[in-house]
């Protein structure tokens, strides 16, 4: 079978490297070429792959009116439907999302438009949001997680090891990452007689009128000298963060609903880091097992949870021992583009009922 893993720049944190790992998994079962719609910011990590660079919609169109491909994996790049409608495209064509946003608003405008197969998303919250309020329930949706490079998790070493422990959080400055939940956890654990420091780990994103009230409630509730911002973080950058955490006795917090997968928070749990999460969305799902979780509203139980994780006790310990071990057992990368591989080919392979 021959596959085209159709990529577009990537609009979630650690997508690049996965998508890596999906597509060398792919190219040893079968004819693969990735195709890319626009640069792509980690291309060196599909080294030794067939690698088709499209500039514009019509090449795209071009290509698949002249060549045979059996299947199209697309992942999060709307702008490919209309050339490959155009195009005439007959092969199965299978849709993987990841940003819950945009993507799903083409999707949903291109209801019973384009001649879709199924879907790949990285949670049951993501596959109802593609379900129920989509409309695509007729469809398979197939649940593939990220997956974790263990082993190069494991030799993450920290360069520098904190004076204390650290609540590590993860996001950017638009609201839905709920920066401020995290800058209020910190300051109720730091009045409540903990000396910690917060790192804010962000994406890039950068609006001066947001940060500048980011710094202001910083100054107020008294962090100033315990709060560090560090942007961008590139994803091959976390796992030392998370070790950093982990070696001095702190946790990683998390304070959105809507990722579409915590990847950052499973990184953490596999460096040995605790994780303290939201009792909701697709954070529940991934981490249970994993995580201390508390009601979204409830900031007072999360103080409480983050107080827990912090220090060297054997609570602690074993709950990071726990934590670690399932993390190996559901998330392990080979086992994740393993099942990556099957569920495509469960798609692509599936009768068509006149139904549909």
Known sequence: ????????????????????????????????????LAGWSSEALFEGMAVRRFESGEALRAFLGAERVDAIVACDVPGAFGAIQGARYQGALIVEVHE???????????????????????????????RLELGYDALPVEVVPYGVDIAALERSRPEV???????????????????????????????????VELWM????????ATFQQM???????????????????????????????AAAGGCHLVTALDAPFPVTAVEAAACGCPVVAPQGGACAEALEGLAG?????????????VERALGDTAERREAVESARA??????DAGKVAESYGRAIRRIAERPVSTAE
């Open 201 to 208: 780990l962000g994406d890039g994103e950068r609006e001066d």
């Open 100 to 130: 819950i946003g945009p993507s799903l608003a083409t999707l949903w405008e291109m209801r019973g438009q384009a001649a879709i197969d199924g879907f790949i998303v990285p949670s049951q919250q993501a596959a109802e949001i593609v």
């Open 293 to 305: 979780l508390y009601p979204p509203t409830d900031l007072r139980h999360a103080v409480g949870l």
């Open 161 to 195: 090891l904190p004076e204390r422990p650290v609540i590590l959080w993860a996001g950017g400055e638009a609201e839905r990452h709920n920066w401020r939940g995290a800058l209020e956890i910190a300051a109720r654990v730091r009045s409540g007689g903990k000396d």
């Open 326 to 331: 399932a993390v190996m057992e559901r998330y």
């Open 215 to 245: 710094l202001a409630l910083v100054a107020r509730d008294d962090l100033a000298d315990r709060c560090r911002w560090v942007a961008p973080t590139r994803p091959e950058e976390m796992a030392h963060y998370c070790a950093a955490a």
């Open 1 to 36: 079978m021959r596959t085209l893993l159709l990529l577009n720049s990537p609009q979630v944190r650690a997508l690049d490297g996965e998508m890596a790992r999906r597509a060398h998994a792919l190219a040893g079962e079968g004819q693969v070429e990735v195709g890319f």
